[in-house]
Structure formats: C-alpha cells, structure tokens
C-alpha cells in the first residue's frame, strides 16, 4: 500500500507519523466498501464463516470497522471524506430497521444471552460515543430511538463471565450517556466482577483461572477507561483513577514484550487482532497515566503496525485476513468469522489525541530490547522475560498461565498450545494446527506412551518467579485417563539462552521427550541431529536448538535420542516448520531429573561444541551448570 514518505527526523526507528496511520486507516475503510450490503448495515467479507453464522459476522463487520472509522472521525475533528460518515449512518439506520419491507436481511440480530452480538455491540456503543457530533447528534429521532431500542436488548441480560462483562458495562453506559433507560446495577455488576480477577501489577485474569494474554491490554484495561470517558468524572465513583494507576503498572513492562523489528511475543488467543496489541499504550496516553516516555509510545505502536505492513498486512485487497501474516487459520479460533480481525482496530486509538500531542511529536526513542538485553520478571502471569540486544528477539518462559479451568481434572488438560508451551517469542508461533496440537512437540516436556501418545500439561502452578529464574509444578496425564505424573520445573535465562531444569515422575517404559522452539519459513528449514543435541535453521539464520545436558540419551548408537519433527502448514509463521527435540527412551519408572540447554537465537549455533563446553552436575536436589565464562548456577 501507498504510504507517506518516512519522516527520518521524528521518527528515526520507524519513519512513521500520524500521517501513515491515516494513511492506513483509510486504506483498510476505503477495501472494506465493495462489501457493503447495499445499505452498509453489514460488511461480508471472504474467508471462513464463525460458529455465529453469516448475519452476526457481517455485523461483526459492520461494528468493528465503526470503530476504526470512529477514531479516524473523532481524530480528524469531523473533516474527513463526508461519505464515510455517511456510510455509518446509514448502516445504523438499517442495521436497527427490523420488520420493515425493503431491509433485505440487513437488520442485526436481537441482543440475547451471551450471543456474539454483545461483543459488537459495544463497539457500535463506543464509536456512537466517540463520534457523537457527527453521527448521533444529527440522526434522526425515529433512528436513535431504534439504536436505543436495540442496545436495550443488554439491559439485565446474561453475558459470558470472562472480558464479556465489559461490553455490557460500556454499552449501558452509553445508553446513560444519551438519556435511556438502563441498569445501573448491571454496570457495578460487571466492574465489581473484574475486581474478582485482577491479579495485581496491573495483570488480571481474563475470567477465572491463569488466564493471562493480550486481553489484559485491549480488553481487561481498555474497556474500563473507555467506560470512565462516557461516564465523566463526576460519575465513575472514583474507579477511573483506579483504573489508572493498574494500567500504569502494566505498561511499566509491556515494552519488554516487543521485538527490535516491532513483532509482539506471539502468545495467546485472537492474535489475528494483530495492530491490536498497540491499544492499551495509546490508551495509557490518552487517560493521561502512562509511565513511558512520549516518544517511546509512538515507536512501540508505529513499530508494530509497520511490522505487519512490511510483511503484507493488510493484503493486496486491502483487508485484514485471518491469520498473523497471511491467511492461516490453524491459528484462530472458531469464534473468528471473516471480520474479526477488524478488533485491530483498537490499535488506532490514539488517533483521538491531538496532532500536536507529544506522542505525535516528540522524536522517537528505542525500546528496551535495542538498549541492551533484558532481563524482566513478571511474578502476577508467572512469566520470564528476556530480550536480547544484538538480534532484537524477546523470548517469553511461561510458569503461570495455562487457560485451563480453575480444577484441575483431566477434562482441562487441553494443552492449549497458544497458553501452555514453555516458551514463546517474537520471532516463533506454536505450532497450532490440529495433527501438531496432537503430537504436542514444540515448547513441551512430554511422557510419550508405548503407542507413542503425549501426555498433556495440566494446570501450572507457579512457584517462584525473579528476574534471572522461574519455578512452576504441574501434572501430566494421557489423554482419555486419571493418572497423573508430577512434574516440576525451574527455568534460568544466561544471555540467549534458558537452562531449563524438569523433575519428572514417569510411569515406567515411558518416554521423555523435550522440545525446544518451532521455527518456521517459506522454504523447508535446515535441521541437524547429533548425540545429545538438534537444531532447526531458517534460511534467514533464525535457529532453534536443544542440547542434552543430563538425563538424555547420548551415546553415538542410541537411535532417535535427538530428532527434528517437521510440519506443513501448522505454524502462523510460514508454511514449512520444523522443531528440534530430545529423547529419554525405556523410562525405568519413578523419579529422574532432565535438564535441557534450550537457545533461540540469529547467532551461528554450535550445538555440539556447547554440550562439551557448559558443565551440568547433579546431586541431589541441585543442579550446578557451569557455563564457558566459567560463571556458575545453582538451580
């Protein structure tokens, strides 16, 4: 797509400015109109139908495009290309015309318990709010008295207990903000019920459990401080300033979670929201409450979005696929239809601040990853941070969230691998396609039965999380059984690298197996096998290695002691993909302690010299490495 020229000067990292995101936000509305219905209540656009059905996905369309619209309105104070405004109002007119000739099927579907309709809806609430002037103000009576009609549909209603409360709470709001009769007690309800989750350091839980993912940002923070901008500050009962400092503790950290070449740690759901994950900065700026610096704000936003530009988002239409890059659907969720990847909406808020706002102005400055390695310890998710400076990759080591169930029977352990891998980062994806999602090779520490069926990881429990190390327990257990075999397991980062320490009660004749990261690209990636080691090498030099340093077979004839699982088609990250792992074959049953040298890396890697090289030993509960600089570690 056509962008403005890069502005080197104010943005040196990037070359973006407000423009391109105008830019961009244009380009997306302007590919979204040859898929209007003829009176624009709906957008339905190609791709895979949700579990909702054809009429909720294009009012999917329809609202979260609103949104984007809205910002890009509201930004530009009105003066904007009139027929956009046009457009939206004209799709609430017949979006909210029901039991009228001539609709054609555009009427959207009734508010009821828990449907998909709530979720769209408080995008509809938010955009009606943001470009009052424009578009509420000047429709007609008969008109607002139907939106009004229709989002009464929420009043006393039952929602789904996770972020779904919050779109509740927004759009009863804005039924208050325009004089209508709504629940007062509906909306304490579901700001109450987020206090239940929140977990502290500004984390909470996306409902019940260890549910911990980009939600907390766009969803778990954003919709508090948007309900507070309906509310105004004589009437959010002091919450807003609440929802301030929380938001302040969470962005304190959050540019750690950012690669050098923009690329957020792929880890958890509906990552297809993709420029989505730029919301809660720009929300941090817009509440007046965020700890980072102006400049760092634009680059970590304009950093992300010209991530996914440069790598062909949106496409050559003009639309957002559902996928990270292109299409790939192994790693959405059946709730996703065609238009869901339009929440990236969320991502342009900050086109509501002002032109001349320091976030547009000030020059940028680096994130913390292109500064110098990092090291962050994020206690309340159970996670380990580690960014490292020469290659611009941040790894993610995952001893706490797992979105399981709050019990811990095996009907949990669905070994969801977008929460329940070891590791994740910003240059991998989890290999998520179903026949992968079985063989559950990549960031896992399996029990293989004789017929060669993984166990799966149940709830984690975490144990201890610092800077340089993190501790959790959880249990394994085979699919379709109530037996279960402990598992503890401590991870320490030494520059690129985590020495990651297992525990293991095994049954006897199992075996162990260990994998490391999943690397994927366009070609087939090279691989590598040796005793006690493998690795899996992109074309562009990305590699993913693990090395034995006890408890793994190492002896030259042991067969498959280290192998390399390749896949097609399973990884959001390029069509060819190939994980190294380890073997412990012939289990003797009980207990046996594994430890695995784990590396992600842009460095020339030499896994053999690095076997020799880093000194493990074992004695009892402790486990001493000594690494090449003679430096050692007690785990």
Known sequence: MALPPADRVRSPLTGWTRAHWEALADRQLEALVPYATPRFAQYRLPGRGSWSGVVSDGLEGFARSFLLAAFRIAGAGGDVDPALIERYAVGLTAGTEHGHGGNDGEAWPELTDCSQQMVEAASVAIALHETRPWIWDRLDDRVRARVVDW?????GARTWDNNWRLFQVVSEQFLASVGAPHSRSDIEAGLDRIEDWYRGDGWYSDGDGRNFDYYNGWAMHLYPLLWARMAGPDRDGGRAEVYRERLAQFLAAYPHFFGADGAPVHQGRSLTYRFAVAAPVWMGALADCSPLAPGLTRRLASGTARHFVERGVPDERGLLPLGWYGTHLPSTQAYSGPASPYWASKGFLGLLLPADHPVWTDRELPLPVEESDQY??????GWLLHGTRHDGIVRLVNHGSDHNSLDDTGGSATDDPHYAKFAYSSATAPETAPRAWERAVDGHLALLAPDGTASRRRRIHPLTCTDHMASSRHDACFPGTDDT?????????????????????????????????AVADQAPPHVECGPGWALARTEAGLTSAVVGLHGWAEEEGVAGAAQVAREVETNAYGPHSATPYLLARDHPGGGSVHVTLVVLTRDD???????????CAVHGDAVRITFPDGETLTL
């Open 151 to 155: 989002f009464s549909g929420f009043v």
């Open 376 to 381: 962050t310890a994020l206690p309340r998710p």
């Open 485 to 517: 075999y402990p598992i503890l397991t401590t991870s320490a980062l030494y520059g690129p690298w985590e020495i990651r320490v297992h525990r293991v009660r095994a049954p006897a004749g199992a075996t162990v197996r260990e994998g490391g990261y």
């Open 605 to 615: 890697v030499r896994p053999w010299a690095l076997k020799e090289a880093i000194g």
